[in-house]
T-cell receptor, first 118, second 116 residues
Framework: AQKVTQAQTEISVVEKEDVTLDCVYE???????LFWYKQPPSGELVFLIR??????QNEISGRYSWNFQKSTSSFNFTITASQVVDSAVYFC???????????????FGKGTKLSVIP | GAVVSQHPSRVICKSGTSVKIECRSL??????MFWYRQFPKQSLMLMAT?????????EQGVEKDKFLINHASLTLSTLTVTSAHPEDSSFYIC????????????FGAGSRLTVL
């Protein structure tokens, strides 16, 4: 079974603070993909990153960084020097190939609502 | 980049009426499209997988006759909520992949349905 757990329901930080959003996944597949999406109040899902199961290199993109550790089945997301515009719900997702539909499917975590206070 | 357009963004309807939501891939052909439903403050739940030219694959617990999905072309999938009731009020989001088996999806902006 595929499962994504985001234990943090809501987080509040003061602007300029660093914040880490946790994501733990479960899968029996050896090949899979992990994603992070941002959902601002407008509702649209914004793609942030994709990482495949064979690439454990950490990635940094501006103020965003991701730490993928297969040993702990975690794919954590850190925002450095947070800004008010970072306020949104962030979803971690796991992609796996579902033979029943003949396509990849995404399983989402429940999301973490981040509020950055000015 | 890949763009998915979803229309309407907001719709309010009376109980008992049917509502159609369109999902279009604007600059690529989408063999597969997905429909999700999101309740307030909750995660996205996959409703169905739509493959062009074939019947949609519905997730367990999703009523096929209630949520009709049509994927008539490589750029358009529609979700029709039939005989809508207040409990169908929700945020519906579609996504599309560029090719069969694609694991990078582009999401539409979502459609907020309110049934009075």
């Amino acid at each position: 079974a595929q499962k994504v757990t985001q234990a943090q329901t809501e987080i509040s930080v003061v602007e300029k603070e660093d914040v880490t959003l946790d994501c733990v996944y479960e899968t029996r597949d050896t090949t899979y993909y992990l994603f992070w999406y941002k959902q601002p109040p407008s509702g649209e899902l914004v793609f942030l990153i994709r990482r495949n199961s064979f690439d454990e290199q950490n990635e940094i993109s501006g103020r965003y960084s991701w730490n993928f550790q297969k040993s702990t089945s975690s794919f954590n997301f850190t925002i450095t020097a947070s800004q008010v515009v970072d306020s949104a719900v962030y979803f971690c997702a796991l992609s796996f190939f579902f033979s029943g539909a003949g396509s990849y499917q995404l399983t989402f975590g429940k999301g973490t609502k981040l509020s950055v206070i000015p | 980049g890949a763009v998915v357009s979803q229309h309407p963004s907001r719709v309010i309807c009376k109980s008992g009426t049917s509502v159609k939501i369109e999902c279009r891939s604007l600059d690529f052909q989408a063999t597969t499209m997905f429909w999700y439903r999101q309740f307030p403050k909750q995660s996205l739940m996959l409703m169905a997988t739509s493959n062009e030219g074939s019947k949609a694959t519905y997730e367990q617990g999703v009523e096929k006759d209630k949520f009709l999905i049509n994927h008539a072309s490589l750029t358009l999938s529609t979700l029709t909520v039939t005989s809508a009731h207040p409990e169908d009020s929700s945020f519906y989001i579609c996504s599309a992949g560029r090719q069969a088996g694609a694991n990078v999806l582009t999401f539409g902006a979502g459609s907020r349905l309110t049934v009075l």
